[in-house]
């Protein structure tokens, strides 16, 4: 490459040279040409065609310009070009929405124009009022008006699950409550039969007999309360509360607490 501009620069003098006015524009000139050969050595021809386009402008010198625009006929061969085909998911054709290529999106949209692109890996993005769909891709040198389909998806809100009819909050209570119940249901059978074992042993009953009964109901109440409650605050919180909501529940019991957040 430095052979090559070198080879340009000495074309220059050799044919008078610029003047002195015009020196900064063919330093400007030469600039271009090399920046062209770079890019178009890492094929990032898109920065290499706008490089050539500039050094082969009228305003360059003609040794200049020709190579230039020679390069540049080299570069425009050798850019991949694609179409896009944009369907809905019923096979309709889109023939309108904004089009991005790796985040960045274009002055035009789906308007039938071949995209001009550089070899390699892409995301192509198409956004419509129909809804928005992209493809990645892998483009190669050389490739001309290649066809990429891009199908846009359904509606996405028909996609979408739909909300619980039943806040999860209320889910949660009515389980506390069916646990509470069962609790109630356990402890109270277990306090039954202690009891009968009371009547069997009465006046002679044990201290320990008599408090084992007690602590089984008491814990069957405990259960009942809970049960009763958890119930009653399902039946409130399904009915005051949207499914969006969000809610947290506090509960104590011997100086420990616990939240649970829905």
């Known amino acids: 490459m430095l052979r090559r501009t070198a080879s340009l620069a000495f074309t220059l003098v050799l044919i008078g040279g610029p003047s002195l006015a015009s020196a900064q ?7 271009a040409h090399e920046t062209g050969l770079a890019r178009e050595g890492k094929t990032r021809f898109t920065e290499a065609r706008e490089a050539f386009e500039d050094c082969g402008a009228s ?8 190579e230039c625009q020679a390069r540049l006929a080299i570069v425009l061969e050798a850019q991949p070009t694609i179409v896009l085909a944009v369907t809905r998911a019923d096979g309709a054709d889109v023939t309108e929405g904004r089009v991005s290529v790796d985040g960045a999106e274009l002055s035009h949209g789906l308007d039938g124009r071949p995209l001009t692109l550089d070899p390699g890996n892409h995301r192509i993005t198409v956004r ?22 891009i199908v846009l998806p359904d509606d996405e809100k028909s996609a979408l699950p739909a ?15 069916l646990a509470g119940l069962a609790v109630f249901a356990v402890f109270g059978s277990l306090g039954l039969e202690q009891e ?3 009547d069997a042993c009465r006046p002679n009953c044990s201290e ?3 408090s084992r009964m007690r602590e089984l109901y008491l814990v069957g109440d405990i259960g009942l309360l809970t049960g009763a409650a958890g119930i009653v605050g399902a039946v409130v919180l399904g009915i005051t509360l949207a499914p969006s909501d969000d809610v947290e529940i506090e509960a104590g019991l011997n100086g420990a607490s616990f939240t649970w957040r829905f």
């Open 25 to 31: 524009s063919a330093r400007d000139c030469i600039d």
């Open 59 to 66: 305003a360059c010198p003609e040794a200049i310009r020709q």
């Open 128 to 149: 419509t009022d129909q809804g928005e769909g992209f493809v990645d891709v892998v483009i190669r040198q050389g490739q001309k008006d290649r066809t990429v389909p």
């Open 163 to 177: 909300p619980p009819l039943v806040h999860p909050a209320a889910w949660a209570a009515g389980g506390v409550g």
């Open 196 to 198: 009968s074992e009371v």
């Open 208 to 210: 320990r007999t008599v």
